[in-house]
């Protein structure tokens, strides 16, 4: 069974540099793998950031980047805000028309 | 717009049935691949089903399979997910999202609807 791997929790200074990840638990991501980004505020449903590795849809600021990096899939924030305090979530596609979520990761902005 | 709204969530019974839909609008709805997601409470997201563009092609969880059907009425703009032999894990919000992928457009997601499986 194909785990994703996100860490559970993350700390950011305000206006500083965050990168989460989302990795696979047999192998590396990559491109194919179609990974997206979804930000999540409580009682909300989940927002786009990123989708097809590194594009932002429209309305989001730039400071949400995607990439690879090494061997997973990455977020970075720069310039945090207070407001991106949340939970952020990364889906990769693994073949065969299934879909996994990452457990998620809990953003503290402070 | 781009608007996704589920509707058919309640309360039911351990290994009775529900059926969820989602109604499309502001896109073209018959192009798109989409999804089923659902959100325990107090947990994260987990991909639940997905359903081709023409409902040819469909996918699903393992922990869904056997028991969840994934359809859609692209003439009414409408995408389904029947529900049968529910449990106490399917205690959850379902989401209706579109294309993962996001070949023609960004992912987008309704507001989902709260499912409560309890005797």
């Known amino acids: 069974q194909t785990v994703v791997t996100q860490e559970p929790s993350f700390s950011v200074s305000p206006g500083g540099t965050v990168t989460l990840t989302c990795g696979l638990s047999s192998g590396s991501v990559s491109t194919s793998h179609y990974p997206s980004w979804y930000q999540q505020t409580p009682g909300q449903a989940p927002r786009t950031l990123i989708y097809t590795t590194k594009t932002r849809p429209s309305g989001v600021p730039d400071r949400f980047s995607g990439s690879i990096l090494g061997n997973k899939a990455a977020l970075t924030i720069t310039g945090a805000q207070a407001d991106d305090e949340c939970h952020y979530y990364c889906v990769l596609y693994v073949g065969s028309g299934i879909w996994v979520f990452g457990g998620g990761t809990k953003l503290t902005v402070l | 717009q781009v608007q996704l709204v589920e509707s058919g969530g309640g309360v039911v019974q351990p290994g009775r049935s529900l059926r969820l839909s989602c109604v499309a609008s502001g896109f073209s709805f018959s192009t798109y691949t989409m999804h089923w997601v659902r959100q325990a409470p107090g947990k994260g997201l987990e991909w639940v089903a997905v359903i081709s563009h023409d409902g040819s092609n469909k996918a699903d969880a393992d922990s869904v399979k056997g028991r969840f059907i994934t359809s859609r009425d692209n003439s009414k703009n409408t995408l389904y997910l029947q529900m049968n032999s529910l449990r106490d894990e399917d205690t959850a919000l379902y989401y209706c999202?579109?294309?993962?992928?996001?070949?023609?457009?960004?992912?987008?997601w309704g507001q989902g609807t709260l499912v409560t499986v309890s005797s």
């Open positions: 999202a579109r294309d993962l992928i996001g070949v023609t457009g960004a992912p987008h």
